[in-house]
């Protein structure tokens, strides 16, 4: 999943919304007063204020920029997963664990779902009780009809992409030109019945994204949905102003009786939606708003103010926890054609001067694989980066004698957060030793991701992803990031180096209907991996550390794994 100024989110990015597997431990860290004591392990997992369970007040959300949407149906970002949970639910649930990667747990469904025995089959029933904010039942053709939404790519260009692709129907278009999706059925009102190509045992985590998230067909807005997403969950949209404010009330047709994994205790959340960053980290650490917290990447805090971490009345307020997001840094391999041209711009990049930009070691380490060793089945990743991440400027020169190569390039960066810009001048200056041009492009933070997914796209930018469905998994990182198209056809929805090989590629999408154990089908997914990445379609940079700061008044304050930010779901403020 991408992170968007997380983009996503990663990410992206948010996106962080994929996974990756934590390098923390798995405890929680706390200090006095529940405050940071990171002796240990600097990457241990911080929650402040925790095990509190009083219900009332309102929160501030401070943001830099707007969702990039609202629509479960064309939500591919992190941020939007984040506060989604509020006022969306899902067949099943990624449920946050500082430090841990989510477990996926019943949410919708009575249970993870039942399989066939061939495995190509899941079934799974509806609780008792659900209702939409205006008191309707939730049926389960309110559920297939929000995954049918999803296939209309031409409507929903971020709609996320994992469950469709391991579902029968390959070639449907979504319910507005061709009607029923066959590879759904919905025999009665509490059971929907999944058909696949081929055995999937990580099905549980693809109905936890937000294809699942029912929607009333009545309601159906299409592009206007998400200004009013009809509400599931515990909250629904009082009002929504875009680019300044958006406030989330509680539902009062929501049932916690049917939801043991949302708390919901705040009544109220306000979303400030175009705050800047120095702003955000400065009254965070001076406590200005005491219900404050932050979503946006690395709480905010710009790198001037990261000494004020170390004082004893901030630390005791900064929640903190490696996320599974990657950050990276994609070429596009449709103006930077030459897998030999992009092997130099990336061993010309000084990835170690970038990890300043972020911050420095406090903020997270160097990678050189969006591959962890916690994936099952993951093998060895073999790299040409320096593991400390210096530039190798000699060898790039040598890799570019006799070669055309573009000599001026663009790198997009989301304009919010400026530790990005920053890593575009780190980028000017590596690029410029190997007689390349680079213009640093700022793109409106909200219309990031949009950006890079159309004509838009430059020749260098930053994402990150964060998910897809299940962190054990090598494929929801592999796939996502540079698989082919549902058809095998073209680059994928979330490929945003726009890779696509013949032959590469095409492995990846025989590799999708292959059967195996998880770790069986890690290896070879793994070494794929391996294959794709000897062509340099990207290249890894940071794993993130994220230490947001919380006003005073807030309690159970813990950074998701998935989310890279505060988990909205576990909060509450004590007034």
């Known amino acids: 999943m991408k992170k ?4 996503m989110l990663s990410f992206t990015a948010a996106m962080a919304l994929g996974l990756t597997a934590c390098a923390g431990g798995p405890g929680v860290a706390k200090g006095p ?22 219900k009332g007040g309102n929160i501030n959300v401070l943001m830099s920029a707007d969702f990039a949407t ?4 064309n939500s591919n970002y992190v941020q939007t997963a ?10 099943t649930m990624a449920k946050e664990t500082a430090g841990q990667p989510p477990e996926i747990v019943p949410d919708l469904a009575t249970d993870l779902g039942k399989v066939s025995d061939d495995g190509k089959t899941w079934t799974y029933t509806l609780r008792d009780g659900l209702k939409f904010e205006d008191g309707s039942p939730i049926t389960s053709k309110d559920i297939k009809y929000g995954v049918e939404r999803t296939y209309a790519r031409d409507v929903y260009t971020q709609a996320p992409q994992e469950l469709n692709s391991a579902l029968t129907d390959d070639a449907y278009k979504g319910p507005y030109s061709d009607g029923d999706l066959e590879a759904i059925e919905t025999p009665d009102d509490k059971t929907i019945v999944f058909h696949l190509k081929q055995a999937f045992a990580e099905f549980p985590a693809l109905v936890s994204r937000s294809n699942t998230a029912p929607v009333p067909k009545a309601k159906d807005t299409k592009q206007d949905y998400t200004n009013h997403p009809v509400s599931s969950g515990p909250y629904k949209v009082k009002s929504y102003d875009r680019g300044r404010e958006m406030v989330l009330e509680r539902n009062e047709n929501w049932d916690p009786a049917t939801d043991p994994n949302r708390p919901a205790l705040p009544d109220t959340y306000t979303f400030s939606l175009s705050t800047s960053q120095s702003t955000i980290s400065q009254k965070l650490i001076s406590d ?6 932050t979503l946006d990447s690395n709480g905010a805090l710009q790198v001037s103010d990261a000494a004020s971490l170390n004082d004893p009345k901030i630390k005791e307020r900064t929640a903190g926890g490696f996320l599974g997001c990657i950050d990276v840094l994609d070429l596009n391999t449709e103006t930077i054609t030459d897998p030999t041209v992009r092997k130099a711009i990336a061993l010309a990049m000084d990835r170690e001067s970038i990890q300043v930009q972020y911050g420095g070691a406090r903020f997270g380490e160097l990678v050189n694989t969006q591959l962890t060793k916690n ?4 093998t060895e990743q073999i790299s040409d980066l320096d593991p400390a991440g210096k530039p190798k400027l000699e060898e790039a020169k040598k890799l570019l004698e006799g070669k055309e190569y573009p000599k001026k390039l663009v790198y997009g960066y989301s304009n919010a957060t400026e530790r990005y810009k920053n890593v575009g001048t780190v980028l000017q200056q590596n690029l410029k030793e190997l007689g390349i041009d680079l213009e640093l492009r700022p793109i409106p933070a909200a219309n990031y991701y949009s950006t890079l997914a159309g004509e838009g796209m430059p020749d260098i930018a930053r994402s990150g992803w964060c998910g897809g469905a299940d962190s054990s998994s090598v494929r929801m990182t592999v796939d996502p990031n540079l698989g082919p198209s549902l058809d095998g056809k073209t680059y994928g929805f979330s490929n945003i180096p726009r890779f696509f090989d013949e032959e590469l590629s095409k492995k990846m999408y025989e590799l999708r209907s292959a059967t195996g154990t998880a770790e069986e089908l890690g290896a070879k997914w793994s070494d794929l991996y391996n294959e794709v990445m000897a062509t340099y379609p990207l290249v890894p940079t940071m794993h993130s550390y994220t230490n947001s700061v919380v006003g005073s008044n807030i309690r159970n304050a813990q950074v998701g794994y998935f989310f890279g930010a505060i988990d909205l779901n576990s909060v509450g403020v004590a007034e």
């Open 70 to 73: 609202l629509d479960p149906g």
């Open 82 to 91: 984040n506060v989604g949970q509020l006022y969306y639910r899902t067949l």
């Open 33 to 54: 007063q529940g405050g940071v004591d990171q002796s240990a392990d600097r990457y241990a997992p911080v929650v402040v204020q925790s095990g509190f369970a009083e």
């Open 4 to 7: 968007q100024a997380v983009m």
């Open 375 to 378: 994936m099952a089945g993951v």
């Open 288 to 293: 200005a708003d005491a219900n404050a917290i």
